[in-house]
């Protein structure tokens, strides 16, 4: 998707430099903690001030700036299938669908832990839908595979029924290696191809406050040194990991974005990495986390402006707090994508599924999501002025019949760009009745269990699929990942 207006910019120049100057000040003097001592080694090799009785890193601001300048402000993610390689970056939009949630729920079987079959069965609707772009971590967390095999399951049924941009989870590092090399062997590529660019991506969260874990900085330099994507993404929920004041709680998200994005850009200068945003408010009276607020909005529209001072592209998300694919789920979810389209955000994750504030994913709710995601990528075409004298021709057309539905100016358009939603119903009410009054909530249901019945696995080479198949086979046998990292 690429962006036709402007970005909202609620701060001005100052007020970004000040949220900037107090993101420094905590680098400098305050500190982050990195609870990995290769990366802390790293740090301290660069000239770094790392504490001998503890993980904690200080930095100088200019020594920060020069490593997140090395940073690239764009560049491109190559699955498997080459056709579908997003570009990250400037005015362009990449989304992908609800990622992580330990349940799934439908209208007809209700919440549940999840299991390989939904994991399954939310990548074909993943890839089935034009509007997602790429796939983010696993759309339900399959818990009935094993904890030391899962992501080789998981990433194989990712690479074989989608060819879309993918990621893998930095959770130690046997996961990380055998995700770099089932990447790898799907596409067919050999390692020097494979690190020639980027060709999938890993998001890693710190432990806010101030803190950055072993395995999330394990994978991310892994991922680094072979010039993959790295999206940072500090969880700073404002009232609880971080303060309750918006331009507080952004400058803590800076500060920990840019400790790791340093620490990459040391590792490998030139890597591609990510301005990740997560800020937003917890409910005072529950500390419950609040998604689609103002604050959130707000939150998403700046951390845009901090990204572009940054010149790094930017990850937001479309999340909600709402039990149920509800009205309140759809409110929060579209005022969600405003605050984080209208601060032109980069990269979307979470934008089809997701509920419960990230505890669940809603097959209803994907379907009803993407029925917005495309009235969003249609709201943000360019608006065309070129057609003038068709418009004349049409207004000309309309003569005496007092109306323009019928003209063949008007139809021409409809069927080349207008947005016709799937959802919708345009009966009138007595027809709607007749029909069985269905809602929105049941389309949906009827949607999305015909586009699993009619889903087509994308084509992949048999002699890579058999590749691929015996490193999983090979990988099981030798025990796979230790479950403590």
Known sequence: MQYADKPIEPLDADGIERIH???????????????????????????????????????????????????????????????????????????????????????????????????????????????????????????????????????????????????????????????????????????????ATPRMFTNINSSSPLKHDWPMLDGAMRLARRNQCVVVTPFTLAGAMAPVTLPSALAQQTAECLAAIVLLQTVRPGAPVVYGAFTSNVDMKSGAPAFGTPEYMRAMQISGQLARRYKLPLRASNANAANCADAQAMWESVFSLWGSTSGHANMMFHAAGWLEGGLAASFEKFVMDCEVLQQFIYYHQPVSTTDGDLAFDAIREVGSSGHCFGCDHTQSRYRTAFYSPFLSDWRNFETWQEAGSETVLERANRLWKQLIKEYTPPPMEESLRDELEAFVIKRKQEGGAPTDF
Request: with cysteine; proline share 5%.
């Open 21 to 195: 100057d107090t993101a420094m000040r905590i680098l400098e003097e305050i500190g982050i903690d990195f609870l990995n001592e290769e990366a802390k080694t790293i740090l301290k090799d660069a000239g770094c001030d790392v504490a001998s009785d503890s993980d904690q890193v200080r930095r100088d601001r200019d020594f920060v700036m020069q490593q997140v300048a090395k940073a690239p402000s764009t560049f491109m993610i190559t699955p498997r299938n080459p056709s579908r390689k997003i570009f990250i970056g400037g005015d362009k939009l990449a989304l992908s669908p609800v990622s992580s949630p330990p349940n799934a729920t439908d209208i007809d079987r209700g919440r549940r832990a999840d299991n390989r079959t939904d994991y399954q069965n939310f990548l074909k609707l993943s890839q089935t839908f034009n509007c997602l772009h790429m796939i983010g971590g696993y759309p339900v967390e399959p818990v009935d595979l094993h904890a030391s095999t899962r992501h080789l399951d998981a990433l194989y049924d990712k690479l074989t029924l989608t060819d879309k941009a993918s990621h893998a989870y930095s959770l130690g590092a046997a996961r990380v290696e055998d995700a770099i090399e089932m990447f790898r062997i799907a596409a067919g590529l050999t390692h020097e191809e494979f690190e």
